[in-house]
């Protein structure tokens, strides 16, 4: 088990965006059209995309910077309160005529009715790209990770991207991907790129039918990009880890789903968190297993504390196994 009592500095580069939600009942379908009628009673508006990565990092007591490029409107100027709440340094570079991305979603009950959509998926300017990196090698030798965050909304451009890893790599300072779309060729270099098996299957063009393709795949992503690490996420069966040229499949912990919003966010910041502390890879992804576990038994977009996986009784259950073990060691 990882040491939770020290705190890692990591930067997230990535595509901010706000996750909206517009809560209330739906009893009626409405006269002038035949579509049902939510009353509103509650709104609320918190940080998506990378910025729920963020929430993730800061509930686990990491301290979080961010880069990254909005618009110059009245989202862009919500989005910096929300990272002003939870003191997250930020260096945010404002685009003219650029979108700030928000999502919307109508909620009545406990099932999402609607969602709508306000953002620019075009790549961020040449400019703005040379300044997040000027600003990336004054700061380098702050952080002991970083995080990239691609939702494909323009901000890690290929270029960006290369720069980044090269750039970090050079500083021995490890980055962790969460990907997007199936072109992970300017991933190069990563310490580690965390696909699910779909997103696996479509980069690797191996379908991931049984152990020994699933085997196939983590070879094949490592030595295609090169990676320190190779895992890939298989939802309630748990994480796939290459260990020495062999297939180690760790299981998620025994659980009851509510919500899976947001849960590849919370992968990221676990394993980015433990690793920036210089974990192995196996207790990086076991402590994530324990965290995403916590926020599954969530609703929307949540985070997980250190307090809440030290009181979760799957927690308290493994470390009562290693105690005894220990005991039998000695």
């Avoid at 009592?5 to 930067?11: A, D, G, H, N, R």
């Avoid at 979080?64 to 709440?85: C, I, T």
């Avoid at 909620?107 to 998926?121: L, Y």
């Amino acid at each position: 088990m990882i040491d939770i009592e020290k705190k890692p500095k990591i930067l997230v580069i990535g595509d901010l965006m706000i996750d909206s939600y517009l809560m209330g009942s739906c009893d009626r379908i409405a006269t002038d059209a035949p579509i049902p009628v939510v009353d509103v009673t509650k709104e609320e508006s918190v940080l998506g995309g990378a910025g729920n990565v963020i929430r993730n990092l800061t509930s686990l007591g990491a301290k979080v910077s961010v880069m990254s490029v909005v618009g110059n409107d009245d989202n862009a100027k919500l989005l910096k309160h929300l990272l002003d709440e939870i003191q997250t340094k930020s260096f945010l570079i404002e685009q003219k005529g650029r979108k700030t991305s928000k999502k919307t979603r109508i909620v009545a009950g406990n099932s999402q009715v609607f969602r709508f959509d306000h953002e620019s998926k075009n790549n961020i300017s040449f400019d703005n790209v040379k300044s997040l990196y000027s600003k990336l090698v004054e700061k380098i030798k702050a952080y002991d990770a970083i995080l990239l965050a691609d939702y494909g909304k323009g901000v890690l451009t290929k270029d960006f991207t290369e720069k980044i890893i090269a750039y970090a790599n050079k500083n021995s300072v490890k980055t962790i991907v969460d990907p997007y779309g199936s072109d992970y060729t300017k991933y190069k270099g990563a310490t580690l790129i965390i696909p699910n098996k779909e997103e696996a299957q479509a980069v690797t063009n191996i379908e991931i039918s049984n152990d020994d393709k699933l085997l196939e795949a983590l070879k094949a992503i490592k030595k295609e990009f090169d990676t320190e690490y190779a895992i890939i996420t298989l939802a309630e069966e748990g994480i796939a880890v290459l260990k020495e040229n062999k297939l180690s499949v760790m299981p998620t912990v025994p659980l009851e789903v509510f919500d899976v919003t947001g849960s590849g966010d919370t992968v990221l910041a676990s394993i980015g968190f433990s690793l920036g502390l210089n974990n192995s890879i196996y207790d990086s992804v076991e402590f994530a297993n324990l965290a995403t576990g916590v926020v599954l038994r969530k609703t929307g977009t949540a985070t997980v504390s250190i307090e809440e996986i030290q009181s979760d009784q799957v927690y308290l259950d493994r470390k009562l196994i290693e105690k005894n073990l220990a005991c039998k060691v000695k």
